[in-house]
């Protein structure tokens, strides 16, 4: 059974700096893994999809990293901003389509 | 383009009270899945539609229940409503049914009292 863990469950950094955001799963059977943020009681806004073919995806400050091997994602945040403060989720699909997730990382940026 | 849709954003209900939360996906994905999260937790799969007909489920009693129609809109019903269904219940839309990209609705917030 597949399972994705997240740590920390919780991080504080002030403004400006560069961070790491950990995903782990214990299935590398994957197909793709995605990266989402969520803000506080709001649906889910996709960040990066990596395929499962590929080892990163970038989209300006983010950069996400796969090793489907060693069973890890890492989502790197350069240049943090408090506007960058959400709930961080990671995901990864099955054959069908299905999704299963972290519990997230809620990170916090101040400024 | 519209991105998905769900309604309503917001009820609440008393338990034992039945309740429908509806998802239109975007314009040209065929496939729906149903979420719920609850809070503090990572969203649990509930259900998966493609071509109106259910090509996965989760780890849901059998109150949970939903159908798609065929313009692709979904219906998630649920029977006998308890505390513990109380949650955020979101709705996925994607091109097929394999792992394609998934697109998520801003989700139906749902307080069971």
């Known amino acids: 059974k597949q399972e994705v863990t997240q740590i920390p469950a919780a991080l504080s950094v002030p403004e400006g700096e560069n961070l790491v955001l950990n995903c782990s799963f214990t299935d590398s059977a994957i197909y793709n893994l995605q990266w989402f943020r969520q803000d506080p009681g709001k649906g889910l806004t996709s960040l990066l999809l990596i395929q499962s073919s590929q080892r990163e995806q970038t989209s300006g400050r983010l950069n996400a990293s796969l090793d489907k091997s060693s069973g890890r994602s890492t989502l790197y945040i350069a240049a943090s901003q408090p506007g960058d403060s959400a709930t961080y989720l990671c995901a990864v699909y099955n054959q069908g389509g299905k999704l299963i997730f972290g519990q997230g990382t809620e990170l916090s940026v101040k400024p | 383009d519209a991105g998905v849709t769900q309604s309503p954003t917001h009820l609440i209900k008393t338990r034992g009270q039945h309740v429908t939360l509806r998802c239109s996906p975007i314009?040209?994905?065929?496939?729906v899945s149903w979420y719920q999260q609850v809070l503090g937790q990572g969203p649990q799969f509930i259900f998966q539609?493609?071509?109106?007909?259910?090509?996965g489920r989760g780890n849901f009693p059998d109150r949970f229940s939903a159908r798609q129609f065929p313009n692709y809109s979904s219906e998630l019903n649920v029977n006998a409503l308890l505390l513990g269904d109380s949650a955020l219940y979101l709705c996925?839309?994607?091109?097929?049914?394999?792992?394609?990209?998934?697109?998520f609705g801003q989700g139906t917030r749902l307080t069971v009292v």
């Open positions: 314009s040209g994905h065929k496939s």
């Open positions: 996925a839309s994607s091109l097929d049914r394999g792992p394609t990209e998934a697109f």
């Open positions: 539609y493609y071509e109106k007909e259910e090509r």
